[in-house]
């Protein structure tokens, strides 16, 4: 029977001083979503995922924190909830160090801010399945200027993490965020300063990528720093919504795939440089809207130029960058983005031979949305393909999603599908009344 992390540590220290006036009243983990605190709501998802050891580390307004934790209600009877008070502010790396004598096997740590649902059993899968040290819970982000940003390869293995600070305004960069949530195996403990100020992102993770086995697992779910008024607000406003829950990736999920060029981009040959991308001015704000509903926001995209050796896997993730930039300049995301890098025809100058080959994810064939639908645990039956050509719309049938054809220039094109609208826009417009 594979391991179940059984320990967690949440940091709940923090003065909150982005909360303003709020934080000199109560600890930012007190704030209430709901009738409950934060606190609460990260102990009870905890425990439903079989966490029963759990350490809290606190600093500023402690005793309301070591209060709140007496109050709680366990859900479960070997739930033991204990407190540690650091002597000074250490950041979010500094005091973990000391509690090494009581967390001798895999463990979970998350930050006190974090507003979160989530099926914690999942990402102890991921952890296990890569024999991973350190996994780095990362999503979509539509805020992507004050976030530390986690690049990773095709395995999802971390290769860099762009810090928030120093980043060129002319460059582009990946659009998953560190979320706050970490999976730690014992060795991690080498590697923590003792005692000495120090932040995770800023200082631990850069050093030990090229010496641990460190990896990003990608979540849909609902894992939101409350750490402003703004975004405590809107925490709030989507926990009564019902958001929160039907996020959990334990429920079947619902999701729009969009193929990208001629519906979130403009045809424009194969394109094989960013500067070849331009965006239609719908875009933004129609996944923006998307956005804003429970659908997940997958794009699924058949990219020949690979196996045709005019781009190469680094230049096309600069392509993506930039696309995914662009939809966040208008607090819009993609939430995830599968590519089929094949083409089946062989034979032709410059082409990389072993990328010409038939394969199970070029479209039509499913193969990318098969991936997606096990990844994220969707139901297709309550899920949309949006394209421009018979190899969308005929993916999409195949994989028992419902079809919308985008016909932009009116063409008298017979391609069979279930609605046929002459833009994103309008297509988002139809999903919103179906």
């Given at each position: 029977?594979?391991?179940?992390?059984?320990?967690?540590?949440?940091?709940?220290?923090?003065?909150?001083?982005?909360?303003?006036?709020?934080?000199?009243?109560?600890?930012?983990?007190?704030?209430?979503?709901?009738?409950?605190?934060?606190?609460?709501?990260?102990?009870?998802?905890?425990?439903?995922?079989?966490?029963?050891?759990?350490?809290?580390?606190?600093?500023?307004?402690?005793?309301?924190?070591?209060?709140?934790?007496?109050?709680?209600?366990?859900?479960?009877?070997?739930?033991?909830?204990?407190?540690?008070?650091?002597?000074?502010?250490?950041?979010?790396?500094?005091?973990?160090?000391?509690?090494?004598?009581?967390?001798?096997?895999?463990?979970?740590?998350?930050?006190?801010?974090?507003?979160?649902?989530?099926?914690?059993?999942?990402?102890?899968?991921?952890?296990?399945?890569?024999?991973?040290?350190?996994?780095?819970?990362?999503?979509?982000?539509?805020h992507p200027e004050d976030s530390d940003l986690v690049e990773t390869d095709d395995n999802q293995q971390v290769v860099r993490i762009h810090s928030s600070i120093n980043r060129s305004p002319n460059s582009y960069y990946p659009p998953n965020s560190n979320a706050g949530v970490y999976l730690f195996n014992p060795s991690i403990f080498s590697f923590l300063p003792h005692n000495t100020k120090a932040d995770f992102c800023s200082d631990v993770f850069p050093n030990i990528i090229n010496k641990l086995r460190v990896f990003g697992y990608i979540s849909t779910e609902f894992i939101k720093d409350m750490g402003t008024p703004e975004r405590l607000e809107a925490v709030r406003k989507d926990y009564l919504s019902g958001r929160v829950a039907l996020k959990n990736l334990k429920n079947r999920q619902k999701a729009v795939f969009l193929d990208r060029d001629g519906v979130i981009n403009r045809l424009n040959g194969y394109i094989s440089k960013p500067e070849d991308l331009t965006l239609y001015p719908e875009a933004g704000p129609a996944i923006k809207t998307l956005n804003a509903t429970s659908f997940l926001i997958i794009v699924v995209t058949n990219q020949p130029v690979i196996a045709r050796g005019e781009c190469t896997l680094e230049t096309l993730k600069q392509i993506h960058w930039k696309m995914q930039k662009h939809l966040s300049d208008h607090d819009a995301r993609i939430d995830a983005l599968f590519f089929c890098p094949h083409h089946p025809h062989a034979g032709y100058p410059g082409e990389v031979k072993h990328y010409k080959i038939r394969c199970n994810c070029r479209k039509p064939e499913t193969g990318m949305i098969d991936e997606a639908i096990w990844q994220f645990n969707i139901d297709p039956s309550r899920s949309f393909m949006i394209g421009d050509s018979q190899r969308d719309i005929e993916c999409g049938r195949r994989a028992g999603l419902r079809t919308i054809w985008i016909n932009r220039t009116n063409s008298d094109d017979h391609i069979t599908s279930q609605f046929t609208v002459g833009s994103l826009a309008e297509a988002v417009v139809k999903i919103k009344t179906i």
């Open positions: 029977m594979p391991y179940l992390t059984k320990s967690a540590v949440i940091l709940a220290g923090g003065k909150g001083t982005r909360l303003g006036a709020v934080s000199k009243r109560i600890p930012k983990p007190l704030n209430l979503v709901g009738s409950m605190p934060v606190l609460w709501h990260q102990l009870q998802c905890l425990e439903a995922n079989g966490v029963c050891n759990i350490i809290i580390i606190t600093n500023y307004l402690s005793r309301s924190i070591e209060q709140s934790v007496k109050r709680y209600p366990t859900q479960n009877s070997n739930t033991v909830i204990s407190t540690y008070k650091e002597s000074q502010t250490l950041g979010t790396a500094g005091s973990l160090s000391t509690l090494e004598p009581d967390l001798k096997e895999p463990f979970y740590l998350l930050y006190g801010d974090i507003m979160l649902d989530m099926d914690f059993k999942r990402m102890n899968s991921f952890h296990l399945d890569r024999n991973s040290d350190v996994s780095i819970i990362i999503h979509a982000t539509d």
